[in-house]
């Protein structure tokens, strides 16, 4: 209760890899009596071979569960009974799926998800990081700065202005369509007619966000769909 009232967290808050909690007033780190085995995360998908099914999938940072069944041209509802998952299940990096029989990806889908992989590894390390207007890192972030230098990292060039940003890229009809990682996510803030935020999402459910004056970068809940203004994408 403490860990999570420092960090204004609730127990059923999402924790990501890069994101930097504060300790409660006395915590210490205890020496392990042992040496902790070092667990290596891939950072590039790894498809094995499964004579039963179409294969496997080690999960990644960014994968969801839509995405990684539309990489691989299989169906939704395939991929979550052969895994025993709901829509909603939680997937972490280095945990293995099956792929239903017929499962196939590209060589251009690899690139591309490595792609995505840099932008989102890059905006996760900067989570806990001050907000501060008009600047992009490497110290502190606004939220199109955030999302400019993520881009950055795959030789994207983005404008750093929100709105600018939001006609950027492809527009995704994301009423219909699932919002997918490295997508960015555009909404009109504090009564605003026009756009002013951004964030880049982790998931259909997750995104990295420069939140605002006096706050950090910081990830958390998709905001509602009937929130969002625009959704646009970079890397297809």
């Known amino acids: 209760s403490s860990l999570l009232s420092v960090n204004d967290l609730q127990v059923s808050s999402l924790i990501l890899p890069g994101r930097e909690l504060r300790l409660p007033e006395g915590a210490a780190v205890p020496t392990p009596a042992v040496e902790t085995p070092t667990v290596t995360v891939p950072t590039t998908p790894t498809t094995t071979a499964d004579t039963t099914t179409g294969g496997t999938h080690i999960v990644v940072w960014g994968d969801s569960l839509s995405g990684i069944a539309g990489r691989y041209g299989v169906s939704l509802s395939s991929l979550l009974s052969?895994?025993?998952?709901?829509a909603d299940s939680l997937i972490v990096p280095g945990r293995s799926l099956r792929l239903p029989a017929g499962a196939t990806a590209s060589a251009t889908d690899t690139s591309e998800h490595e792609g995505?992989?840099?932008?989102?590894?890059?905006?996760?390390?900067?989570?806990g990081k001050p907000?501060?207007?008009f600047t992009r890192g490497p110290d502190t972030f606004d939220c199109s700065g955030l999302v400019?230098?993520?881009y950055a990292q795959v030789g994207v060039n983005l404008i750093h202005y929100s709105a600018a940003q939001a006609v950027q890229g492809?527009?995704?009809?994301?009423e219909h369509e699932a919002i997918q990682p490295g997508d960015l996510v555009f909404l009109k803030r504090r009564g605003s007619e026009t756009i002013n935020h951004v964030g880049i999402a982790v998931s259909e459910h997750v995104w990295i966000q420069a939140t605002g004056p006096g706050d950090i970068v910081r990830s958390g809940p998709m905001p509602a769909t009937d929130t969002?203004?625009?959704v646009r994408r970079y890397l297809d």
């Open 131 to 133: 907000y501060r207007f």
């Open 116 to 127: 995505i992989q840099k932008v989102l590894a890059y905006a996760s390390a900067q989570v």
């Open 148 to 150: 400019l230098a993520a």
């Open 228 to 230: 969002i203004s625009a």
């Open 82 to 86: 052969l895994n025993d998952l709901r």
């Open 170 to 174: 492809t527009a995704v009809d994301f």
